[in-house]
């Protein structure tokens, strides 16, 4: 049971490093594009991309997903990944469903 926690643990830190590491790097490649995508404001995006790569590494350390899905209901991640008819537009449809979501980005919104 011990050993579940530490590997749970350990995943949740590198899926916050590889999270942030992702953020950092589109905000640098094309700031308005992932302010969309991660749905963050002028603010949140000087912040993350003032980061150094240690202060990355102790941000991502905590224990709490630092990240959550977009869909604001179940409903709308069901009707994104049940698309009977072309699956290309399923990436359309997610596309079209995360932009009409006004809701921000948990670590928008600290």
Same mark, same amino acid.
């Given at each position: ?8 643990? *350990?995943?949740? /830190?590198? =899926?916050?490093?590889?999270? =942030?590491?992702?953020? /950092?790097?589109?905000? +640098?490649? *094309?700031? #308005? ?7 963050? +404001?002028? #603010?949140? %995006? *000087? =912040?993350? /991309?003032?980061?150094? %790569?240690?202060?990355? %590494?102790?941000? #991502?350390? $905590?224990?709490?997903? &630092? @990240?959550?899905?977009? @869909? $604001?209901? #179940?409903? /709308? ?11 290309? &537009? $399923? ?8 932009? $009409?979501?006004?809701?921000? +980005?948990?670590?928008? %919104?600290?």
């Amino acid at each position: 049971m011990e050993m579940d926690k530490i590997s749970v643990q *350990d995943e949740i /830190q590198e =899926l916050n490093l590889t999270y =942030l590491l992702l953020v /950092q790097r589109m905000l +640098n490649e *094309d700031r #308005a594009t992932a302010m969309f995508r991660f749905k963050i +404001n002028g #603010a949140m %995006a *000087d =912040l993350l /991309q003032s980061l150094s %790569a240690k202060q990355l %590494a102790q941000l #991502a350390r $905590s224990n709490q997903v &630092l @990240f959550g899905l977009h @869909f $604001s209901n #179940a409903g /709308q991640l069901a009707r994104a990944t049940s698309n009977q008819h072309e699956q290309s &537009l $399923s990436q359309v449809h997610a596309a079209l469903l995360l932009a $009409s979501s006004p809701r921000l +980005n948990s670590v928008a %919104a600290a």
